[in-house]
Every structure is written in structure tokens, then in C-alpha cells.
């Protein structure tokens, strides 16, 4: 008994299209469930709109824990252009932002880091 051509093409498109559903499904999980909440407090260094396909919004943020200690940084991505333009006024300013980390987003794509920033509040 011989399986034709088109059985084992449509198979093979079965097959690719459950890896895609799972791999979406599986990203949708990772930029919608929320592995820690928080907030740090410093000043912005950094903050660019950056990638060759897909643009994210990046920033730089410098924690100064206790005078004489080395500045530590954390680096964040943004996802709402509304929270960019008020990092972008904030520019050199000591802010403080609130967070949400997303452990195993799959890509770059969606932010180079895995804390995304969701607000933020000007302590000066």
C-alpha cells in the first residue's frame, strides 16, 4: 500500500501548523503572564527606540544603592508608546519605575530584556 504525495504534504502541513499554534500560544503565555511585579528607583542613562526589523524601546536605568557603592544598572524594554514619551521626558532625571518580568519570551522581537516597564513616577 503506497501513501501518495499529497498525504504525506498535508500531513507535514498538520504537523507545522500545530508547532506554530503552540509556539504562539506559548508566546502569548510568556508576554501576558507576569513572573514578578516591582519597582527600582535611579536615574535614566538610557533610553532609545532601536532593532533592524523589529523597533523596541530599551532603557538604561542607573541604581545608586547607598553613597560609595558602585552604581548597579537595569536595563528594561518598553512596550507602550505612551510610557516611552514620558521615559523620553524624563531623560537624566531620578524616576522611579514600575515593572512586570516576563521569564521566556521566545524572541527579541518584543523587548531584549525580560523586564518591561509599565509606568513610571518622577521622584525630583
Not at 553613597?67 to 552604581?71: A, H, R, S
Not at 509606568?119 to 521622584?123: D, E, L, P, V
Given at each position: 500500500m503506497a501513501i501518495s504525495?499529497?498525504?504525506v504534504t498535508l500531513s507535514i502541513?498538520?504537523?507545522l501548523i500545530v508547532i506554530l499554534v503552540l509556539f504562539a500560544g506559548y508566546t502569548w503565555v510568556a508576554l501576558n503572564?507576569?513572573?514578578s511585579k516591582g519597582e527600582r528607583a535611579g536615574y535614566l542613562q538610557k533610553f532609545s527606540h532601536k532593532g533592524w526589523?523589529?523597533?523596541t524601546w530599551e532603557g538604561e536605568l542607573q541604581m545608586i544603592p547607598a553613597?560609595?557603592?558602585?552604581?548597579e544598572k537595569f536595563l528594561f524594554s518598553v512596550r507602550s508608546d505612551a510610557v516611552?514619551?514620558?521615559l523620553n521626558n524624563a531623560m537624566g532625571k531620578k524616576i522611579s519605575v514600575s515593572y512586570d518580568q516576563h521569564k521566556g519570551?521566545?524572541?527579541t522581537c518584543f523587548g531584549e530584556s525580560e523586564y518591561f516597564v509599565t509606568?513610571?513616577?518622577?521622584?525630583e
Open positions: 504525495a499529497s498525504k502541513a498538520k504537523v503572564w507576569s513572573y526589523l523589529c523597533k553613597p560609595g557603592v558602585l552604581p516611552a514619551a514620558r519570551i521566545p524572541t509606568g513610571i513616577r518622577i521622584a
